[in-house]
């Protein structure tokens, strides 16, 4: 798809976690043979979160690449237990020990939105990203967030095809975003994270 559409789609890796030879290998390729921009870990399917050993080969491969480390926050959609996407402590402790490593937590991090934005506003490379979620049930508080200081953190997301970007973006209209801040939001933030061609908006 990346190959087909490379005007539309940028790749993320995925690897096996528990294997991490394998793994950073596996990053390594996708990223420098695929063109790929990021790495995304869904911490709940591994039952391990953000600060297992498992990850923190991939976090100093993610740094020498200078690509961003993508990952869920927040309770899960299936019906598995959420610890492990909670902010605090353990993207907090990623990253204080990795502060070169560009983190994206996906998802808001919703019913910890406070730590995820604590987070993001304590740590220069930690960002936000709004998917899964219709703007339209934004918790307040990150509205206001994205709305001040936060405006260079929040990254605008779907989750498609959960949910389409067309009414996504039909109801980011509706939040009354200065036109400044709804430009980052929707593209120049994430352009600026993953290293992209900043968008005309």
């Known amino acids: 798809m990346v190959r087909r559409f490379p005007d539309r789609f940028v790749g993320v890796a995925a690897v096996n976690l528990e294997k991490p030879v ?17 790495l995304r870990v ?18 100093v491969k993610c740094i020498e690449l200078d690509i961003p480390f ?7 959609g299936p019906l598995m237990p959420s610890e492990t996407g909670r902010p605090v402590p353990y ?23 406070d730590e995820m934005i604590g987070l993001a506003w304590k740590h220069e490379n930690v960002f936000i990203d709004t998917s899964a ?3 339209r049930y934004y918790p307040p508080q ?9 405006q260079d953190k929040v990254l605008f997301g779907t989750n ?3 949910l389409s970007l067309e009414k996504c973006v039909a109801q980011v209209k509706e939040l009354g975003l200065p036109k400044v801040i709804e430009a980052k939001f929707l593209g120049q933030n994430a352009a600026r994270v993953f290293k992209l061609e900043s968008p005309a908006l």
């Not at 290998?25 to 790929?36: P, W």
């Not at 993508?70 to 899960?76: A, L, N, P, R, S």
């Not at 990150?142 to 936060?150: A, D, E, P, V």
Request: a neutral charge; hydrophobic letters at 40%; aromatic letters at 18%.
């Open 91 to 113: 993207l907090d402790e990623v990253a204080l020990t990795f502060p070169e490593l560009k983190i994206v937590g996906g998802h808001i991090g919703f019913p910890w939105t």
């Open 142 to 150: 990150l509205i206001h967030y994205l709305k001040t200081y936060g």
């Open 42 to 59: 869904v911490p709940w399917l591994w039952n391990r979160p953000p600060n297992d050993k498992f990850y923190f080969p991939l976090y």
């Open 70 to 76: 993508c990952t869920q926050v927040g309770h899960t």
């Open 160 to 162: 498609f095809p959960q």
């Open 133 to 135: 979620y219709l703007p």
């Open 22 to 38: 394998e793994a950073v290998r596996e990053l390594e390729r996708a990223v420098k043979d695929l063109g790929f921009k990021a």
